[in-house]
């Protein structure tokens, strides 16, 4: 299974950002899928989870500003990120999870700066 990350860039504070994430050799194994992040110098924390069955789940400081989507028929999955803060900095990584595996994605970095 792998795991393509795209979408990262340069931003200013208050704007929004798209993050994809490209899977491939999946099929339909995949039980969950997940968007983390790692600050510079911090170790790496869960953004949000879309586990199937439809459960989701987000970090409180990105509650309200991120929401984690998935597009079955494309293989892919998302994060929109809105109001982006300088305290989003960070690489993002994608991850999935399933029978027997799990996978990472590389990371893609965002930079909210003013």
């Known amino acids: 299974v792998q795991l393509q990350a795209s979408g990262g860039g340069l931003v200013q504070p208050g704007d929004s950002l798209r993050l994809s994430c490209t899977i491939s050799?999946?099929?339909?194994?995949?039980?969950?899928v997940s968007w983390y992040r790692q600050p510079p110098g911090k170790q790496r924390e869960r953004v949000a989870d879309?586990?199937?069955?439809?459960?989701?789940r987000y970090a409180d400081s990105v509650k309200g500003r991120f929401t984690i989507s998935a597009d079955n028929a494309k293989n892919m999955v998302y994060l929109q990120m809105n109001s982006l803060k300088p305290e989003d900095t960070a690489v993002y990584y994608c991850?999935?999870?399933?029978?027997?595996?799990?996978?990472w994605g590389q990371g893609t970095q965002v930079t909210v700066s003013s």
């Open positions: 050799g999946a099929g339909h194994t995949i039980s969950a």
């Open positions: 991850f999935a999870e399933g029978l027997g595996y799990e996978s």
């Open positions: 879309l586990v199937g069955g439809g459960t989701i």
